[in-house]
């Protein structure tokens, strides 16, 4: 006879049917029992510095698998994590947090136990504010359908999620599951459906030049292979937003890489303000994703779908979701023969250095560029790295924080990255400014066996700030990042400051197989040239 | 004519009169004017690694002076001090958060604007239910009485508090305000006053042995002062909590060190436990300073004083505040006559080094307490090091977050705590796992002229848990923080195996005038003397 079904027994059987192999978290007393059971039952939590670069980790894990876990301990793990479920919110990422709490007899005595805040329930409030479902499993009956109900909302809305385990309810036998977890996807009216889809063969079949931008809900709804399928057979090219860089690789012969509006290069911006028709897939409308909204789409010749509608100049289908359209117009455009409209050769960057010349913004990308190749996945801080990145294509997928903006997301990513694909070694560009917020997480990426190559782009504090107001507060701290492998034990540090000097540190560290750690300086006052391009069209607007 | 009022202006003066003379955060571009304005008006954001070490460093400041300021932006500034901030509220610091926001232009918009979460309202209505007041400053006919109101609510309930500021209302002039900063201490009832203070001279006559406990709303309701001269002419015996270690210093004649139940020393015991009367003022009766409830304070010996009434024995005097009380019990006293019942010696700390001798945490503590000096106030993390600083002597204030047990407090605490007591050097007390979070914030330390000596207690993972559960999820990845220097640009670190290594190293770490790093390496399996006395008694109540 089986051992009788427990929380963590049954809370990680359903996170290995869905392909969640591990979690992320730091332990705690009234976590332990829970991450040890969670550890027996082959579902290890896998420490970090700290707990926000857990919850980053399994952001990460999360885009990359479908879901992901951070784990922690009550108020003092919980809360350290709000930031990072807040940034999964607005990003639409399936994160759960499983937090160990004081047991239910505990929390009715009302004692001040430690990390307690105003109320027991403190916690559970902040994060109703932060998720799409709570639950707190403090009844054997009803635990494992809590469970179920959680994960299936998680994955249905594409938003976090947050289960709250009271430690005296770890080892309580718990009754099996009722109904299962069940995600429903966004509702579809048949007739709409069909309507919709000859509305759009129309349009494609008087367009010369039609492009596709497609959003993280492509990515999210699991409609990436789809896509490039379609695109790839009709010829279409293919913009993504920022949030779904890569999503299309970008040395696809088809690929235009990220549109976001003036942040974008020129050639980018011409061919999809200027397509005959723009076929927007699950993109998010924000300031930062349409480049401080200087993005140029004109309503007649946008035909814009979300998760649940779709809106073809003025007429809008309502529940016609994505994951409905995509499939049918693909199969219909098929089955109309539709022929290419580009053959184009695929991108493939080079870069020689100039000898003793200082690097720049502009300089770093181009070197990046040419030193990424197929074996790698690409992960990106928010602001210059961000901006700069526009510039630099993407072999497979390319992971930011690109409109939560939250700064040090992308180091503790590398982890929860390298371990949810294996196969593909995350290369990190990352400004100084968030690489003192969480760099020191690269010693969790080694020590769980990920080996990232991590690009600080130097420009002596919080550059990205400097155009709009600079003052003492932009200027940091300066660290030397390439001294960090002597403190955390492991991996290879590079100081370059002039283009010989990166070229080479960055073909040693591809070549590594450690962590490598390469610090690229530039002048405080540069800039690259995406963010030159946004003030310069911020500039024409004013 | 002076230029007309503004939020920046205003909230800068009013800081100032209260002593506070800078904040800690990082500025984001909702809060660059904010930042700029304020620093204008010789109110300075000092930069650190990340908001958390903002955060902790402003409640260290805030435990010094009686206020201090985080200032953050939205969202991704907010949210990673929430977790600081229930730390306060759990510990009664008077924490002012200061928020950048959209404008409130923007934010009726209702866009997709980078930072947002749910909903605009989304970080206030999380910091509802972490503060004791908040206001957000969209009117400029009230924005001084609502910054006024905030500061009185926070001063009144030493409970940390909440200002949002919308981009777009930092220049706007405002109106003057109506009320001022009129902190409400809690309520007095004369005759109730004069009848318990005659109670408890009444139980102080006839008592042989009296001790006073005293806890952390003695410092926080600025009666420390108070409470040494009485203690000291009365000749009475003073131990305190835990977080409120070195209120009394704890190498005077009188002082008993922190009594925290079983973790404290048998002596500290036998003298509170067996005491004929205990004056206990303003102690929280938290499981953790109560050392997982093993104190044993017997009723009807007990004075028991809050903030806000006092029972002796078996008598509750509702609306006798501390802050009444005390004073008119040493009045009382005084005027009584009565005599000292204690002469002791002041408590002089040595250590002899064995050469060759492997370190335990036992006789780490004993070095660190030989070599700390009234020069120092210390500082240290929750878990062993917070246990095992109960045989530490504090010769001034000890911060810890000793209740919420907010690991990674103690590093970014000490640049706080410089800058509130400069002539005080921080002296930190932290172990492997706490300062794998926050280490690096020394670099923001040395960056604003504060020279701690860090001494990183390493027993090589998450120890204070293995005795109570072990397993993969108490391993960390290893640091050598005696190689920072390197990374930060300044300071000397040390890695002491043996007695005479760390005695020699903090020798040179107490009389470098730089940055200090000591690792000293510990058996993983080896406890501190506090934590083996708390094991056993735990052990002995089975």
């Known amino acids: 006879m089986a051992d009788p079904l427990t929380i963590p027994a049954f809370l990680a059987m359903r996170l290995k049917q869905r392909r969640v192999e591990c979690g992320f978290g730091i332990v705690g007393d009234y976590a332990l029992r829970l991450f040890s059971d969670l550890f027996d039952e082959g579902f290890p939590i896998h420490v970090t510095e700290d707990e926000q670069g857990a919850a980053f980790a399994a952001d990460a894990y999360a885009r990359l698998r479908g879901l992901g876990v951070v784990a922690v301990t009550y108020g003092v793990g919980g809360l350290k994590v709000a930031n990072a479920v807040a940034g999964a919110w607005a990003e639409n990422v399936p994160l759960l947090v499983v937090s160990g709490a004081p047991g239910v007899k505990e929390a009715a005595t009302d004692a001040l136990l430690h990390h307690r805040i105003k109320n027991f329930d403190t916690q559970l409030r902040v994060f109703r504010d932060l998720t799409q479902a709570q639950a707190v499993l403090d009844n054997p009956a009803t635990a494992a359908d809590e469970i179920d109900r959680v994960i299936t909302e998680v994955l249905s809305h594409q938003r976090p999620g947050y289960i709250e385990i009271p430690r005296d ?111 927007s897939l699950g993109v998010l409308n924000t300031d930062l994703t349409m480049g401080a909204f200087t993005a140029r789409r004109e309503e007649e010749r946008l035909v814009e779908a979300s998760d649940t509608e779709v809106t073809i100049g003025l007429r809008t289908y309502r529940n016609v979701p994505l994951w409905a359209l995509l499939p049918a117009v693909a199969a219909a455009a098929e089955a109309e023969g539709l022929k290419p409209h580009h053959e184009e050769s695929p991108y493939e960057p080079t870069f020689h250095p100039e000898p003793d010349t200082h690097l720049t913004v502009a300089r770093v990308i181009a070197a990046l560029d040419a030193h990424l190749d197929s074996r790698h996945g690409l992960i990106v801080d928010p602001g210059e790295s961000l901006f700069a990145s526009v510039d630099l294509s993407a072999p497979n997928w390319c992971l930011a924080s690109a409109y939560y903006a939250t700064m040090g997301y992308a180091v503790p990513a590398a982890l929860g990255a390298g371990l949810a694909e294996p196969h593909l070694r995350p290369v990190v560009l990352v400004g100084d400014g968030a690489f003192a917020m969480t760099g020191l997480e690269v010693a969790a990426a080694a020590f769980h066996g990920v080996k990232p190559v991590i690009v600080v782009l130097d420009n002596g504090g919080y550059g990205t700030q400097r155009p709009m107001l600079d003052g003492p507060y932009n200027d940091i701290p300066a660290l030397a990042p390439e001294n960090l492998p002597a403190v955390i034990g492991t991996g290879r540090g590079w100081l370059a400051r002039t283009e010989d000097e990166l070229d080479a540190a960055l073909q040693e560290a591809m070549e590594t197989d450690d962590v490598a750690i390469v610090r690229a300086v530039v002048p405080q006052g540069d800039r690259s040239p995406a963010l030159k391009r946004l003030t310069d069209a911020l500039g024409r607007k004013v």
Chains 1, 2 share one sequence.
């Open 169 to 279: 309810m770890v080892e309580v036998p718990i009754e099996p599951p009722r109904h299962g977890v069940r995600p429903h996807l966004p509702p579809v009216d048949e007739a709409r459906l069909a309507a919709a889809v000859e509305d759009i063969l129309e349009h494609l079949r008087g367009s010369e030049s039609p492009v596709v931008h497609v959003g993280a809900m492509v990515w999210r709804r699991g409609l990436a292979a789809d896509l490039i399928e379609t695109a790839t057979r009709a010829g279409i090219l293919v913009a993504t937003s920022s949030l779904a860089k890569g999503l299309f690789p970008e040395r696809h012969p088809l690929a235009l890489g990220v549109y976001m509006g003036a942040v974008s290069p020129e050639k980018v911006v011409e061919r999809i303000e200027g397509a005959s028709l723009i076929l």
